[in-house]
């Protein structure tokens, strides 16, 4: 696969898929976008990039582990990204500026070529655009201790792949309850949660649907 900034954004630009068939399959309920946006106070705005870039030979994406610590996300998987802040223009400026400073990349080259439907995660109480990125290469890393435990580049065709989804037991909610849930797994990564859904609509998008079967590994 070698996707161009122009297949990525003719591919954004039909109806999004959403997120029910992937929601289906977990113990969880996710509220609606217009759920969230009637909550007093209402969630704040945040933003990830998922960016597209060529490496090798083929395509590639970066995710990242966060450090454990005692918030919600500790040790999660999950895309560069973070709360809208004053300075942006926009939840495009967002993703961007988060990005480079959590992975230390520079980002004048990357183009945005559309976005996947938002997510609600209440736990965090923001509301999630995961912006899309094509970049002609990605450059040297530096990523912020303090954001970042490690960082994941990903082939693209291993998010693609048909036989990474699974499910276990896994605290989710504000409740932090134990439930079964689907998830990734991504070179041996555990990727759960809203971060779940992106990549399982990114996939949508690229004509990889969520397949009804259950790879190795179900639990």
């Known amino acids: 696969m070698a996707l161009t900034a122009t297949d990525l ?13 992937f929601a289906t399959l977990n113990g969880y309920p996710r509220p609606s976008v217009e759920a969230a946006l ?9 933003a990830v990039l998922i960016v597209i870039y060529p490496r090798g030979g083929q395509d590639h994406t970066l995710l990242m582990r966060r450090p454990v610590y005692s918030g919600v996300h500790s040790g999660q ?30 980002t004048s080259a990357f183009e945005v070529v559309g976005v996947l439907s938002r997510i609600h995660i209440p736990p965090s109480r923001t509301l999630v655009t995961p912006v899309v990125a094509w970049a002609p290469a990605l450059g040297p890393l530096a990523p912020d ?30 409740d932090g ?16 949660g809203a971060t779940a859904l992106m990549i399982a609509e990114l ?15 179900h639990e």
């Open 9 to 21: 954004r003719t591919a954004l630009s039909a109806p999004l898929p959403g997120h029910a068939d």
């Open 38 to 46: 009637a909550l007093q106070p209402p969630p704040r705005e945040s």
């Open 77 to 106: 998987i999950g895309f560069p990204g973070g709360k809208r802040e004053p300075v942006d223009p926009s939840l495009h400026a967002t993703a961007l500026r988060e990005f480079r400073e959590e992975t230390g990349a520079e």
């Open 145 to 174: 201790p303090h954001e970042v435990d490690a960082l994941l580049d990903i082939p693209l065709a291993e998010l693609l792949r048909a036989d990474i989804l699974r499910r276990k037991p896994i605290a989710m909610g504000p």
């Open 177 to 192: 309850t134990e439930r079964m849930a689907a998830y990734w797994d991504i070179a041996g990564q555990v990727v759960w």
């Open 203 to 217: 996939r949508s998008v690229l004509g990889f649907p969520v397949s009804p079967s259950w790879g190795q590994g």
